[in-house]
């Protein structure tokens, strides 16, 4: 509902009212599998879960406003979103949370599954720019990092770096569809806009730990099992 019939009604708001630009935050999910070469824009439509499903019925739903009503629309594919302030329900704020709690890691699977992974910060910059950038109605960008990591390796990192035993991480159920590979070639977004990520992975990790262990109080209200009751077990996606 939120993804498809909420993307449905900001399109007609949009279209009803002079809006200047549409920027549509899609997702990297909408390509499934990524075999072999990182998926450019040109890449088919492969969804393999509901939620990538909605949200490719999203992305495709965006560009026909723009073919139909002219509406001046953006849609970026960005990868995993990683940094401060991010809800403990995903994988990295879980990690540490749970870590600092001296609570299991939930790894789905083997764990190897793996994701390209940004840091929030850089996002920002890249969506910055296409807010502002001439001539990419209609278009589609990729939003990557070229930072490939599974699952285990991060909770190990993780583990590591607060000094935390790897006996910490607890193999659960593998997820239904669970995509193996998720990666995207971002050449597009740098050659058009100028844009690439400065935020190396190791670095922002570090930083991005060190924030949630300085800042309890933000996150432990999050995870009362009484507000999620899930945040303890379970991480929705991967970023």
């Known amino acids: 509902m939120t993804d498809v019939v909420g993307t449905w009604s900001v399109l007609e708001a949009c279209r009803k009212n ?87 890691l939930p790894v789905y699977g083997t764990g190897t599954n793996t994701r390209d992974w940004i840091h929030v910060e850089d996002h920002c910059a890249a969506l910055d720019l296409l807010l502002d950038a001439t001539g990419v109605e209609g278009e589609v960008f990729n939003i990557g990092a070229s930072q490939e990591h599974s699952a285990i390796s991060i909770g190990k990192r993780i583990l590591a770096e607060l000094h ?38 190791e670095d922002g990790l570090r930083e991005t730990i060190e924030w949630y262990r300085r800042n309890p109080e933000w996150w432990r209200p999050i995870k009362r099992p009484t507000s999620h009751p899930h945040s303890d077990v379970r991480y929705r996606r991967l970023g």
Do not use: M
């Open 18 to 104: 002079d809006v200047g630009r549409l920027l549509h935050i899609s997702t990297d999910e909408v390509y499934g599998e990524a075999e072999g070469e990182p998926c450019t824009e040109e890449s088919p439509l492969k969804p393999k879960s509901p939620y990538a499903a909605s949200k490719a019925g999203a992305d495709r739903l965006v560009f026909s406003y723009h073919a139909t009503y002219g509406l001046p629309v953006v849609i970026s594919r960005c990868t995993n979103n990683y940094g401060p302030y991010q809800h403990p329900e995903k994988l990295i704020p879980l990690f540490v949370t749970n870590a600092l709690q001296g609570k299991a």
């Open 164 to 201: 935390k035993p790897e006996s910490l991480i607890k193999r659960v159920a593998d997820r239904p569809g669970h995509v193996r590979r998720h990666a995207v070639d971002w050449s597009k977004a740098k050659r058009r806009l100028g844009w690439a990520p400065r935020k190396a992975f």
